[in-house]
């Protein structure tokens, strides 16, 4: 279950946060103590940290001086997070790498990227998710029983109806 991705400069500034699973709120401020424990600390080789119930997992993208984090479960693991920073990272930057490149954050328009977010996160999602195996169709047979003849039965003398006599 992820709850929170969030994009942010190296001086802090906050370009883009979601916030997910309404039904839990999440305590605290992970994503502030990530900055103030881990990044600013310069333990930035790490690539995960946790935090209570929760972890959390970051890449930078050093020539834009970004950082991609995203805040999800520790029960439940949400497993295709790497691949979700990747995939978020390498399409965020295609689309607004150039103007932040520039450093003229007033020029951006982030409104359109949340319903890509979500499009994203719900591909890295189902592709992450073991498929069943696909259902063979089982094949139909007919079953063919031998014919058996059913015995005649014998009846008794006089239970035959005979011919009347004509009048």
Avoid at 12 to 25: A, I, S, Y
Avoid at 36 to 44: F, G, T
Avoid at 135 to 150: F, L, S
Wanted: charged residues 25%; contains cysteine.
């Amino acid at each position: 279950m992820i709850y929170q991705f969030c994009i942010f400069d190296r001086g802090g500034m906050v370009l883009w946060m979601g916030k997910f699973e309404q039904l839990t709120k999440v305590s605290g401020s992970p994503m502030d103590l990530l900055v103030r424990s881990v990044l600013l600390e310069d333990r930035a080789a790490a690539t995960n940290f946790a935090c209570r119930d929760y972890l959390m997992e970051w890449k930078f993208a050093n020539e834009y001086g970004l950082v991609f984090a995203v805040l999800y479960s520790r029960i439940y693991k949400a497993h295709y997070a790497g691949q979700l920073l990747e995939t978020v990272k390498t399409d965020f930057l295609s689309q607004y790498g150039e103007t932040i490149k520039g450093g003229d954050y007033d020029k951006l328009d982030l409104s359109p990227f949340s319903s890509t977010f979500r499009i994203i996160w719900k591909r890295v999602e189902a592709a992450s998710n073991p498929k069943p195996p696909e259902a063979k169709p089982v094949e139909q047979r007919r079953v063919v029983r031998p014919i058996t003849e059913t015995p005649v039965l014998a009846k008794p003398i006089g239970s035959t109806p005979q011919a009347q006599p004509a009048i």
